[in-house]
């Protein structure tokens, strides 16, 4: 058998052996003269799950399917209790993939995120956090981090399922096995209900539909009118579709309080839980839109595979209970006075070094000089160290040189946040940093306004925004908290003491915005 690896990491092929609880379940259904059809409506257990068990696909179904099977079988308690047993032993014993999934192989090398991703990786491999959710403003490096962290977890041994939802920066190499990525992208439909509706733009909402909005969440299960026939495959990412009258996924659990008939959402929440059992694993889930996923479903997941981690990237957390909150800042850049005559940038400084590796793959002859990283340190001053900027502003060579660009970056840094090409990841960095601005709560977007005044350019403490709103530590403590998972404001702890600060980009996009609505203003009264 040849072992195939790729992106989803994946070989989930058939071991050449059937499993011992699926030649049971063969066993008692041939005696008895049943179908798998027939056995799948006195069970309300599917087609494919019922085939998956007897070809040794799946090997651990949960006790509510072995109840639910040895009941359509009509066994009796030997036979009963020697099929929850072998149940039990697929169980502890594992996925059957010949070599554990591997997350995408990442593009380019990791710069300036050794201690975040030490700390991950730590928190992640001992179980420590078993929720981790790494937030940040777009482009900031959150796709690349946990890249990093689930390739050193994959490198232990531990199996790595990835999902990207549509719209997240995909720099990376990524195919996926299609019957892997199927289970997983139908467990992140069941998680993300509303997601599906809204075209994974959303979540929260319960009434979705299943199989639309995510590509490939509507192709209805290829094998359910085949006896025992090889499962149908879809494009990469398909999940089975299942009309809510029909039979469950096996090992969902109970149906759904309150909704009368087996959720299909629900079932691929099972799918997952079956195939994952008790085994460590990591599932990332990059780009997860706005909103939480359905509480009881994710807790049920975590309660069923009690070895399961999960690591998170969005821009914004979920605020749900046994959630770790992982803050991605930008990179540190040099600090005022570097990068002159008397004390030259360091090329390997973090921000320095992402900078002028986006120079060299839009300029490969560039060999920068004295000068040429005195500029590069003030551009990574100027646009805060984000690596999205960074990266946006490179770009921009191709058409002037590092002087010009320092020039117009000195002028408005904003006109330069959009990728001179154009395309996806960093090129949208300006709309998505507009987008986080509108979306924070009305009392910390008054509070960053004032600060963008009052405090221009210069850290302050919490102290400061008491004295600069009048309001009490706590609400202040609440608002600015705001600002910091939003990206907005930077934190520096030093010394005991804690300081903050506006990042550059955020006031320049409040003015350039600001001065825009004055001009619009000013044209409107000219106009009457």
């Not at 300006?430 to 009305?442: F, I, K, Q, S, T």
């Not at 102290?463 to 608002?479: F, S, V």
Request: proline letters at 8%; aromatic letters at 4%; charged letters at 25%.
């Amino acid at each position: 058998m040849t072992a195939h690896v790729n992106s989803l990491a994946v070989h989930t092929a058939p071991l050449p052996e059937t499993s011992q609880v699926g030649a049971l379940i063969r066993a008692h259904r041939l005696r008895i003269g049943l179908t798998q059809r027939e056995l799948a409506d006195l069970s309300t257990i599917s087609v494919r799950a019922i085939r998956d068990l007897e070809q040794g696909k799946a090997r651990r179904p949960r006790p509510d399917t072995v109840r639910l099977m040895a009941d359509a079988l009509r066994l009796g308690p030997r036979a009963r209790a020697a099929l929850e047993a072998a149940a039990q032993q697929g169980r502890a014993t594992g996925p059957g993939w010949a070599e554990p999934p591997a997350p995408p192989t990442a593009l380019h090398a990791m710069v300036g995120r050794a201690a975040e991703a030490a700390a991950l990786e730590r928190e992640l491999a001992s179980g420590a956090e078993r929720l981790v959710h790494v937030v940040g403003l777009t482009g900031v490096g959150k796709t690349r981090l946990a890249l990093e962290v689930a390739e050193r977890l994959h490198g232990t041994g531990m199996p790595v399922l990835w999902h990207a939802f549509p719209g997240a920066a995909a720099d990376y190499l990524a195919s996926g096995e299609v019957e892997l990525a199927a289970r997983v992208a139908a467990a992140v439909a069941g998680l993300f209900p509303g997601a599906q509706d809204r075209g994974d733009t959303g979540g929260g909402r319960e009434d979705a539909e299943p199989g639309r909005g995510h590509p490939g969440t509507g192709q209805r299960d290829a094998g359910t009118g085949r006896e025992d026939g090889e499962p149908g495959r879809g494009h990469p990412g398909t999940g089975p579709r299942h009309a809510s009258t029909g039979p469950r996924e096996a090992g969902t659990g109970p149906r759904h309080a309150g909704t009368g008939k087996g959720d299909p959402r629900e079932a691929g929440v099972g799918g997952l839980a079956e195939l994952l059992a008790e085994q460590p694993a990591v599932l990332v889930l990059d780009g997860t839109p706005a909103g939480p996923p359905r509480f009881d479903r994710l807790t049920g997941l975590l309660r069923t595979c009690p070895g399961l981690r999960l690591l998170v990237t969005s821009d914004q957390p979920w605020e749900i209970p046994g959630e770790r909150i992982f803050l991605l800042s930008p990179l540190e850049v040099p600090a005022e006075g570097v990068g002159s005559h008397t004390a030259p940038a360091d090329p390997a400084a973090p921000a320095v070094r992402v900078f002028l590796d986006h120079v060299r793959r839009v300029r490969p002859e560039f060999s920068p000089g004295p000068a040429d990283l005195e500029r590069a340190a003030w551009i990574c001053r100027r646009l805060d160290g984000h690596p999205g900027a960074l990266a946006a502003a490179a770009s921009w060579l191709v058409v002037c040189d590092l002087d010009a660009l320092c020039h117009s970056l000195d002028g408005d840094p904003v006109a330069l946040l959009d990728h001179l090409g154009g395309g996806s990841g960093a090129e949208r960095f300006r709309g998505a940093l507009y987008d986080r601005l509108d979306r924070l709560p009305a009392e910390a977007r008054e509070l960053l306004a004032a600060l963008c005044d009052e405090r221009a350019g210069e850290s302050f403490e919490l102290a400061d925004i008491t004295a600069l709103t009048g309001l009490g530590l706590p609400q202040c403590g609440r608002m600015l908290r705001e600002l910091l998972i939003s990206g907005t404001v930077r934190a520096a702890h030093e010394g005991g003491s804690s300081r903050f600060r506006v990042l550059g980009l955020v006031r320049a996009a409040a003015a350039y915005r600001a001065a825009g609505r004055t001009a619009l203003h000013t044209a409107a009264i000219a106009a009457r």
